[in-house]
């Protein structure tokens, strides 16, 4: 996004904050030129918007799939390499298997969904961004970029539908 | 409000109540009793960044004993020998492993109170599932450390892991021992992670509001998040897979542990339902744990009374009955087992558990562990009164400490050959106990600075879900799913 034309309204509440994204869709705004941003976990269905694209669950069966196979690697194919007779037991036995497999399933699951989060939030990301405190404090904040529109029109809109402050977005070191 | 209980007074005695029936819900609930957010992240922050001299005193001597008792210690036992501990024939497991299964037993409260209750949306959770989770990563800690000092050769730890070497060994994935180390492993990196991803905003709340080394620190810690709908949706999806998919991780963990004992073929070991067995008294000590941990940060914490009130204690008290109960019936049906087969050895290793030189911790594991939280936590007052929640909560962890210990050292001194038989007199063990222990109260209270212990933003999403609502004449609570 070009700096120049972003602006950062901050709201209240998320009832007017909704009301500013149905006005910003009245004005022609498409949907990937508004952005929400909000200290406490919000969902797009609040703002009537299609939900964001993640690669999370897919990279979580991913991982599920990979610990899977390690753990296969662990208790099928070291016993075969490395022969050990334990008591009696065959090399390759049911349920030791199961234990080792189902561990290691378990941890390719959730460390691949740990990982997916990072990517995909495109974490650690220490640039400079746009971005007010206040948010923090329970405000939320829309990000527009109001190429093709009148930026100050657009902020006058905003200010009359019930923004606390509407500003010109500058990146600053978080 | 005003206008309210003047309406009120003029409809008669009956309905007086109503105002106040609200006012109550909302002084005993806190979800009901919102404030704006700036308040509570300023109340967090003040939590952390005010510190007395004494906690400095306190934290200054827990460093003297973990540097005494676990590193002086502990440098003594690699220096001479394992010969300096307790252990001999045929007790070759002793308060390292008691030890272990203890803190291992430690962990499993944070996932229990942070994941189980979050999967049955029990909302009462909310302000403390960090200081729960922060327990189970610590615990892990000392449960890592205590079979580090069982090993000996501490500095070959390494041999564990499996990886081609020249020495053709290879760990024998059908040991119990194997699967102990995979399990482990899986848990302490899976609660890590659980605990690390919703303090992610609190750090962003943090950074936003700190200056000076605090605020480069949090800088790094928030790695740019500022709570945008994608980095919410990803976080959320995460933390709910974590939430269903730790559990079984959990459950696994001690079950797995307790197949340390019970796949060998040893009077009072070889028991069917030593898993569950040992997953309740997982919980029946990590519970207890909690409650002591919640009631000390209450007390000593600023701010901590407005987030953790007497609900919350009530809610952990019928928890721990529930668990106390739970622990007795699995007791029992171990116990029973055993003394009905008729087995020589196991009839032996009974009466030694209950007439032998520790008999009296087998006496004191029954009282502390049934009959004191039995007698005392199903009356409310009792449940919502910190001092004698703390006092329970003790006596229930000592009880299961004791249980370990009647378990191991004590059940191994008796055994099929009369002529191996032989005590148990710990001996280094002893103060490395004690430096674990000290070094788990030294981590969480570093952590109580640097960590906010109350995750503001799950606090305001509940106090945002509650809400009062009449049902005719009835001010009733409804809660929104925001999830």
Known sequence: ?174 | MAVMANSNQLHGKGHVMEPDHEAHLREEHLMLDPRPRSELNAMVMESMTTTSWKFWAVAGFLALVVAVCLGYYWYLMIRDGMGIAGINKPVYWGIFLVNTVFWIGISHAGTFVSALLKVFKAEYRRPFTRAAELMTTFGLVQAGLSIFMHMGRVWLFYWLFPYPNERGLWPNFHSPLAWDFLAINTYLLSSTMYLTMPLIPDFAMARDRSTGWRKSLYRVLAMGFRGTEAEWRHLRFAMNLFAYAILPVMFSVHTIVSWDFAAAMRPGWSSTIFGPYFVIGALQSGLSAVSMVLIVVRSTMKNMKYFIRPEHLDALGKLMLIISMSWGYFFFNDYIVQWYNGDKYTDLLLHFHEAGPVGYMWFLMIIFNVVIPWATLWNKKIRRNPTALFIIGFLVNVAMWFERYIIIPTSLSINRFPFTYQFYKPGVEIPLSFGTLALFILLYMLATRILPIVPVWEVHEGQAAHSIKKFGKEPVVTISDLE
Request: hydrophobic content about 45%.
């Open chain 1, 1 to 174: 996004m070009d700096n120049k034309n972003l602006l950062l309204a901050v709201f209240a509440d998320i009832d007017p904050a909704a009301h500013a994204v149905d006005l910003l869709r009245s004005l022609g705004f498409g949907e990937d030129q508004i952005s929400v941003i909000s200290g406490f976990p919000i969902s797009e269905a609040m703002f009537g918007r299609k939900p964001q694209k993640s690669h999370v669950p897919l990279m979580a069966l991913g991982g599920s799939i990979l610990g899977l196979l390690v753990g296969l690697f662990f208790g099928v194919w070291t016993p075969l390499t490395y022969p050990l007779n334990v008591g009696g037991q065959p090399l390759v036995a049911g349920p030791p298997v199961i234990i080792v497999i189902f561990e290691m399933t378990m941890l390719g699951m959730l460390l691949s969904t740990f990982i997916a989060v990072f990517l995909d939030s495109k974490f650690p990301n220490l640039k400079p961004m746009e971005y007010v405190p206040e948010i923090s404090d329970g405000k939320i904040a829309l990000l527009i970029n109001c190429e093709g529109h009148n930026c100050d029109a657009v902020s006058k809109e905003l200010q009359q539908s019930g923004a606390e402050s509407v500003r010109k977005a500058e990146a600053n070191p978080l």
